[in-house]
């Protein structure tokens, strides 16, 4: 092993583990799947955002979450518009297959949670300012 190369990544994954750790304890979850909620709502609020906005959220993440934020991302067309809180939790079940309905609203809590104890409070509220009302009411009672 590269011992160096380990340390260089020791920090990220060390961070990442503590959002995934915060994530566990607020929905009773095991690791995997509050990944799989990280993943997937992280990629929906991605989507919602201008691509500044989006990218200013991104750099405030640890290097290994910025690369899952990132993934797959195309951000010509964006932000995705709609308006309410079931087509959010809606976007969020599809990209976590398996979540149960009764589930997306209980991660995206713990997901919007996690991210306002690590991201700046200004930060948080440039995104809250772009995201319709009934998916800024998930943030506000999860704070």
């Given at each position: 092993m590269h011992s160096e190369t380990i340390d260089v990544f020791a920090q990220t994954i060390d961070l990442t583990g503590r959002w995934l750790d915060e994530i566990t304890s607020e929905t009773g979850w095991n690791a995997r799947r509050a990944y799989a909620a990280l993943r997937a709502v992280l990629h929906v609020l991605r989507d919602r955002l201008t691509v500044d906005e989006a990218a200013d959220l991104g750099a405030q993440l640890p290097m290994l979450l910025l690369g899952?934020?990132?993934?797959?991302?195309?951000?010509?067309g964006h932000p995705l518009k709609y308006r309410?809180?079931?087509?959010?939790?809606?976007r969020v079940a599809e990209h976590?297959?398996?979540?149960?309905?009764?589930?997306?609203?209980?991660a995206a809590r713990a997901v919007f949670k996690t991210l306002a104890r690590h991201v700046t409070a200004g930060e948080v509220q440039h995104v809250i300012d772009q995201l319709p009302a009934d998916v800024r009411a998930l943030w506000t009672t999860a704070l």
């Open positions: 899952l934020y990132c993934e797959g991302w195309r951000p010509s309410h809180k079931e087509d959010f939790l809606q976590f297959p398996g979540l149960d309905e009764i589930d997306c609203e209980p």
